[in-house]
């Protein structure tokens, strides 16, 4: 059974680097054709993706955000991890992380971590 689980602090304070990871079991996330998202969710607000990285380690990310995002991934611990930059209260939401098939449409995941809050304070 495929499983994600977000790790990370839950209070960030603006300005500094938000950190968080996702340790996935039951697959691998070098498995062909799937990608590993991150996407988050502030209060009041839609789903919104940040980026992905990809079975052979590309990256893609929103461009609302990519001057201040990055992940990455290590294949020994199994898990991937996203770090949002200069972050400000307005980065305040919950952070998920998700797999998607690359057949799927964009926003079709079939696995989601339960998701992580993370509080930017000022």
């Known amino acids: 059974q495929v499983q994600l689980q977000e790790s990370g602090p839950g209070l960030v304070k603006a300005s500094q680097t938000l950190s968080l990871a996702c340790i996935v079991s039951?697959?691998?996330?070098?498995?062909?054709?799937?990608?590993w998202n991150w996407i988050r969710q502030s209060p009041g607000k839609g789903l919104q993706w940040m980026g992905d990285i990809r079975e052979d380690g590309r990256t893609y990310y929103n461009p609302i955000l990519k001057s201040r995002i990055s992940i990455s991934r290590d294949t020994s611990k199994n898990q991937f991890t996203l770090q949002l930059g200069s972050v400000t209260p307005e980065d305040t939401a919950v952070y998920f992380c998700a797999r998607r098939h690359v057949e799927q449409g964009h926003n079709d995941f079939d696995y989601w971590g339960q998701g992580t809050q993370v509080t930017v304070s000022s």
């Open positions: 039951g697959t691998s996330i070098t498995t062909n054709s799937y990608y």
